[in-house]
């Protein structure tokens, strides 16, 4: 047997070699050292501009590490450009000593480690140990999946167990520094990828599917929290601990990619330079709507009312779709966009969207898709 299931007593769960995940206000200053694989261990930093030039983060890392901190490359950018990850990997591979890389930042810094880990592999057939810092709510630390960005603005990426993170640091004291419109976007990323791994086929029961109803009805409780107080540094944990939950129990067993809200995502993201977190909130409650249709999906879907302080109705159709207008309603209570004004794409598109995110050219998948894409204009 290698899949999990949609029959709840029936599945398989393939744990990823996550070693270590440590959470809470000064867990970089407290834990950092420790975590590294060896006394000897050299670390090179991947992260973007801004965090280096704009906060003390970096340059506190670097402290920490001391004489084992062998650079820093700071010019990752959204959506993790090839050109940056060329960059980046040739200093990395330029230096044999280095063992260990230590990734701060949200979804790009650390895909980026991730790739840069792979690619090291592919020619010397040795990983690079990963210790992972986030400090938004993407949940690239969970993931055996690195997407870059080619020349041509298209996502792509590598896929391997073996690039998940070794460590995770959830330190609240360094998600203070992040803006609260890309914390709160990056928090609707989390929901997305809770709400489309408990509906997806290959998910297992437990821990995935029960991890993620927990992980959602956090984020709805507590994502309006930190809106009202940004500097909550116990609401930001229970935040992070909510992006861990959506997605950190993933497990190697599971097939393909998570949905259809990802699969739009990464046909809005990157072509258009709209960010992963803002493509989650145009696309998942309508997506949730969508898949109300589904019997399977809407059955999962549906489970989720509880988790929301709501009564289940007992069908499965009309309960689905009330998640998916809760979705859209918190989008609009956290200010945050929910449709394509603000970006800089044309009806003309809608083609091209479409068919990115079906797969297709025609068909009835393809007529839904088309219908909810054009709904954001």
Known sequence: MTDATSHPLLGLWQPTHLQKLVYGPTTVQTHLPSVL???????????????????????????????????????????APVAHLDEA????????????????????????????????????????????????LSASECTMMAGYTEKDGVKTGVRAPEIVPNVVLYDASFAAYTPARLWLSTGMRALDHAVELLYHPTAAEMPARWMCLQAAASLFENLPKYKDNPKDE?????????????????????????????????????????????????????????????????????RLLPFLGETKSGDDWKDAEKVGERVLRLVRDLELDYDLRNYEVGKDQIPVITKRASGMEEGELYDKVEGLVRGLF
């Open 37 to 79: 694989p060896t006394p000897t261990s050299k670390a090179f930093i991947i992260t973007g501009t801004s965090l280096a030039t704009k906060t003390p983060l970096v340059n506190h890392v670097e402290s920490l590490l001391g004489t084992r901190h062998a650079g820093t490359f700071s010019k990752i950018g959204e959506h």
């Open 89 to 136: 990997t040739a200093l990395v591979e330029a230096d044999p000593e280095i063992d260990t890389v230590v990734s701060i930042g949200g979804g790009s810094p650390i895909d980026s480690a991730k790739a840069i880990s792979y690619r090291l592999h592919e020619k010397s057939g040795r990983w690079l140990w990963h210790v992972a810092i986030p400090t938004t």
């Open 234 to 302: 116990d609401v930001i944990t229970k935040l992070q601990l909510a992006a861990f939950a959506s997605l950190g129990f993933l497990g190697t067993n599971i097939k393909g990619g998570l949905g259809l809200s990802h699969a739009l995502g990464y046909a809005l993201g990157s072509p258009y330079s709209i960010p992963h977190g803002i493509t989650s909130c145009l696309t998942l409650g309508h997506v949730v709507k969508l898949k109300a249709a589904d019997p399977k999906a809407a059955e999962q879907i549906a």
